[in-house]
């Protein structure tokens, strides 16, 4: 009896620990969440998103500021002197100019094309943000949802393990069974406990994880929703690895991003290229020069008067201590580093593709086999069950038979949602999340 008490007093610790999470989680705001409505949270206050989404807006305020190089420079200037000899005289000048580029190699308009590429680029790095984060917040997700499922088992597996306990102790009184019998029931039941406080440790741990990619307040503690829909793998398939990276080509923004770096290295090119040509210019002004005045005969005025100019100015470069030749070089450079870059870019997302889509249809497998492996183990252990409250098999049998469907169900549990993972990922990269 004495080695009982011990047992009793951890089961009693386990029964506070077990109360004091669910009060503190109790105590906090809940937020019951979807997968969809926590992408949808991330996407808005992510800060890996925010930071592109104001990548693309100074994008967006770049190509404002090309277009805007089209129109005419207008400044206006006034100007006040006094001078003091043998007598104060003071003078003025007041004028408006304007400037209008009327060829410069071209530059303005590739310039032009250049930011418009580039704005467009940054929205595709917005989405490629999104698709990043996303994977993250799936796998956080996924791994809330697989350990709530798996509580649901262990609860099962509890309630099953305080029945036998409870029996084992009245058949120990009356001497049916010997008291190492009901210790391993007592034990078992204990262990049971602790399993499912392990889990609530680690559903606490992951969850605090998901509150950090969604960018949430401590405080609050999300429920994560699972769908509707039973999964059974024999309803499971893949689809075609030709499918999925033509749909990939047609939704990734990484190739388009990849090609698009190339065609702006071309521009750059092109602009250095620009930069041999003659400019010319028009230019305009009109002042009003009040003259020199004496100060002891105000209406005196010595050269002043109204005056208009337009000019029209051409610029041919000659030398520029080659200047204008090492960018040419340089960025003919850069283009063949993009274009190389590029091809190295397009190899690497169809290997990642590849194994995304290798590792779904091994996902897909494994899946199948421990579905069928723990349905197994399942009807076994609900049998062993049965028998052992007929007399018909030992405690060890039993407790023997309880931890393969365990172990089954572990296997079952990690497979489905590895399958569940590699087949969001791939709903992602194809534009299908």
């Not at 104001?54 to 001078?83: D, W, Y």
């Not at 204990?190 to 440790?201: A, G, M």
């Not at 829909?229 to 690895?241: G, K, R």
């Not at 007399?391 to 489905?416: F, H, W």
Request: aromatic share 6%; charged share 20%; with cysteine.
């Amino acid at each position: 009896m004495r080695r009982i008490i011990p047992i009793l007093l951890s089961v009693s610790l386990v029964f506070c620990l077990q109360f004091s999470v669910s009060n503190s989680a109790q105590a906090q705001d809940t937020v019951h969440m979807t997968l969809d409505s926590c992408l949808r949270y991330a996407y808005e206050h992510n800060l890996t998103v925010h930071t592109a989404v104001l990548g693309h807006e100074s994008a967006e305020v770049n190509l404002r500021g090309a277009k805007l190089r089209f129109l005419p420079t207008i400044s206006a200037s006034a100007s006040q002197g006094v001078n003091w000899d043998s007598q104060t005289t003071r003078s003025g000048n007041y004028g408006v100019n304007g400037s209008l580029m009327l060829f410069n190699g071209l530059n303005t308009i590739r310039s032009l094309k250049q930011s418009r590429i580039s704005a467009e680029q940054s929205s595709l790095k917005v989405q490629q943000a999104e698709n990043s984060v996303g994977v993250q917040i799936i796998t956080a997700y996924l791994t809330v949802l697989m350990d709530k499922e798996k509580l649901a088992y262990q609860q099962e597996v509890l309630e099953t393990s305080r029945q036998q306990q409870l029996e084992g102790e009245l058949k120990h009184r009356v001497g049916r069974i010997l008291e190492s019998d009901y210790m391993l029931l007592l034990a078992n039941y204990t262990s049971s406990l602790s399993e499912i406080e392990n889990t609530l440790l680690t559903i606490d741990f992951n969850r605090s994880d998901l509150i950090t990619l969604l960018d949430m307040d401590d405080s609050i503690v999300i429920d994560v929703i699972p769908s509707n829909d039973t999964l059974h793998a024999n309803n499971c398939s893949v689809t075609p690895f030709d499918s999925v990276l033509a749909q990939a080509r047609r939704s990734m923004p990484d190739w388009q991003i990849s090609e698009m770096d190339v065609d702006i290295a071309r521009y750059n090119v092109r602009m250095a290229e620009s930069n041999y040509l003659p400019t010319l210019s028009l230019n305009a002004g009109t002042s009003y020069n009040e003259g020199t005045i004496v100060s002891d005969n105000p209406a005196t005025a010595i050269n002043g008067g109204l005056n208009t100019a337009v000019t029209i100015g051409l610029t041919i470069p000659i030398l520029n201590s080659g200047i204008h030749s090492t960018q040419l070089k340089q960025s003919k450079i850069a283009l063949q580093q993009a274009e190389l870059q590029h091809h190295q870019t397009e190899l690497d997302l169809e290997d990642k593709l590849d194994e995304l889509h290798l590792n779904l249809k091994l996902a897909l497998n494994r899946f199948r086999s421990a579905e069928a492996t723990m349905e197994a183990y399942k009807a076994s252990y609900d049998i062993y069950v049965i028998k052992y409250a007929e007399g018909a098999v030992t405690t060890v049998e039993l407790l023997q038979q309880q931890d393969r469907y365990l172990s089954a169900l572990n296997d079952y549990l990690q497979s489905k949602y590895s399958y569940i993972l590699a087949e969001k990922q791939l709903d992602i990269f194809t534009g299908k999340m």
